[in-house]
């Protein structure tokens, strides 16, 4: 079990540029979820998946940021014209259904230029 | 909205003090309370929780009490280590849902 894996693990983008972040959950675990870590704001909640379904996306900043789950083994978190205010840790999280624990992948480090 | 408080930033003890962190909470339902712990370059690793008032959760000898009359679920551990040296953050939510932090208590434990 490799855990939660997510790619890249450090991102640079320049301001107005595209970045797509990629999360691979846990064989077997149904829930996915995106959350955003800062110095500043700390660990926010993003959005939420349930048998690749969205479930709850109330952390999305609405205008440029947008989540898929095309299929049971991956997740992709996308920004669009990124901002220097979008530099963070992005991090993917798997659950297996009604499970307590919830696993977290090392986070993707994102860095707008 | 809900909300989980740590008054701690930082706490400096040496190895084999009593730790203490606090956590109060603030919710309009009945929520879970856990205990996260992250070490640099990793994502949150799950501690414990606990889901019901007066409830003990306890996990690599951590613990901490749900207490529904007081709001809070305070970390306690009798004696801490080195190795126990991360980020301990507090969390509410629905068990198998999305998760509300509180600010992270940075713990550093001197040899």
């Known amino acids: 079990n490799a855990g939660v894996i997510q790619t890249p693990r450090h991102k640079v983008t320049g301001k107005g540029q595209e970045a797509t972040l990629w999360c691979e959950p846990i064989?077997?675990?149904?829930?996915v979820f995106w959350y955003r870590q800062t110095i500043v704001q700390g660990l926010e909640f993003l959005t939420y998946?349930?048998?690749?379904?969205?479930?709850?996306d109330s952390g999305m900043p609405k205008e440029r940021f947008s989540a898929q789950m095309p299929n049971q083994s991956h997740s992709t978190l996308k920004i669009q014209s990124t901002q220097p205010q979008d530099s963070a840790v992005y991090l993917c999280?798997?659950?297996?259904?009604?499970?307590?624990?919830?696993?977290f992948g090392k986070g993707t480090r994102l860095t707008v230029v | 909205g809900d909300s989980v408080t740590q008054t701690e930033g930082q706490v400096a003890l040496s190895e084999e003090d009593f730790l203490t962190i606090h956590c109060n909470y603030s919710?309009?339902?009945?929520?879970?309370l856990f205990w996260y712990v992250q070490y640099p370059g990793e994502g949150p690793q799950f501690l414990f929780r606990?889901?019901?008032?007066?409830e003990k959760g306890s996990s690599r000898g951590f613990e901490a009490t749900y207490d529904k009359g007081t709001t809070s679920f305070h970390l306690r551990k009798a004696s801490v280590q080195e190795s126990d040296s991360a980020v301990y953050y507090c969390?509410?939510?629905?068990?198998?849902?999305?998760?509300?932090f509180g600010t992270g208590t940075s713990l550093l434990v001197d040899p």
């Open positions: 999280a798997s659950s297996q259904a009604g499970n307590t624990e919830v696993f």
């Open positions: 064989s077997g675990h149904s829930a």
């Open positions: 998946f349930r048998n690749q379904a969205p479930i709850d």
């Open positions: 919710a309009s339902g009945y929520p879970a």
């Open positions: 606990a889901s019901r008032d007066k």
């Open positions: 969390a509410l939510g629905e068990v198998g849902y999305k998760l509300t």
